[in-house]
């Protein structure tokens, strides 16, 4: 009994070429996302940067940061200079607004408490009391920051309001027997600005000694 031999193999007509598109194609969509990812960094170390010099364009307005004082004892960090309106200030609260550009800050100077920030537990606290009223909060970030030796403690979410979403970006600062929670908030498309922002402006805390 005869066996027929083994005939070779015969790709066919366009496999090769069928086969480079693809890779090609992946390639390319491998260099577009490598590009994006490029950029993205570039335009957030430009923001970093643009904080500690030069400004940071916000919306087509430039706008400087400086050093500024608040409260006694005295805390400073970096904040928009010429851009918020000071709508309250008193002993324990200081109110800043730009209505056109509907962005807040709210830095409320209270008595310490004598635990320490537990942040784990603050989350689910702060989750839990929106969710009783009602508030489908959206938690996007929190962390730590060690700061001339202190650690200050931040965190952002997204809460529904009428017409879309707003953020809040919460840090909290400890200075002697009192504590500052700033609150910056606002439109949730500029929620990723503002986060680059609010941590420069945690990493230039400083605490006058009481």
Same mark, same amino acid.
């Given at each position: 009994m005869k066996h027929a031999k083994n005939q070779p193999k015969i790709d066919s007509p366009g496999a090769g070429s069928v086969g480079s598109e693809k890779q090609r194609m992946q390639d390319e969509q491998m260099a577009e996302h490598a590009a994006r990812m490029n950029a993205e960094e570039q335009w957030r170390e430009d923001m970093r940067n643009g904080v500690h010099h030069g400004g940071v364009d916000l919306n087509g307005t430039i706008v400087e940061f400086e050093k500024?004082?608040?409260? =006694?004892?005295?805390?400073?960090?970096?904040?928009?200079?010429?851009? #918020?309106?000071?709508? $309250?200030?008193? =002993?324990?609260?200081?109110?800043?607004?730009?209505?056109?550009?509907? #962005?807040?800050?709210? $830095?409320?100077?209270?008595?310490?408490?004598?635990?320490?920030i537990d942040l784990r537990q603050m989350k689910t606290d702060m989750i839990r009391s929106m969710a009783n009223m009602e508030l489908h909060t959206e938690w996007l970030e929190d962390g730590t920051e060690e700061v001339n030796g202190q650690s200050i403690h931040y965190c952002s979410f997204l809460n529904p309001v009428a017409h879309g979403k707003v953020f809040n970006f919460l840090f909290f600062v400890d200075a002697g027997r009192k504590r500052l929670i700033a609150n910056i908030n606002g439109n949730d498309k500029h929620v990723k600005r503002w986060s680059i922002i609010a941590l420069e402006m945690i990493r230039s805390v400083e605490v006058a000694s009481a």
């Open positions: 500024q004082d608040f409260f =006694e004892p005295g805390l400073s960090f970096l904040f928009p200079k010429d851009f #918020l309106l000071c709508t $309250l200030e008193t =002993e324990q609260q200081m109110v800043y607004q730009n209505e056109a550009h509907a #962005l807040n800050i709210i $830095l409320q100077y209270t008595e310490r408490p004598e635990q320490a």
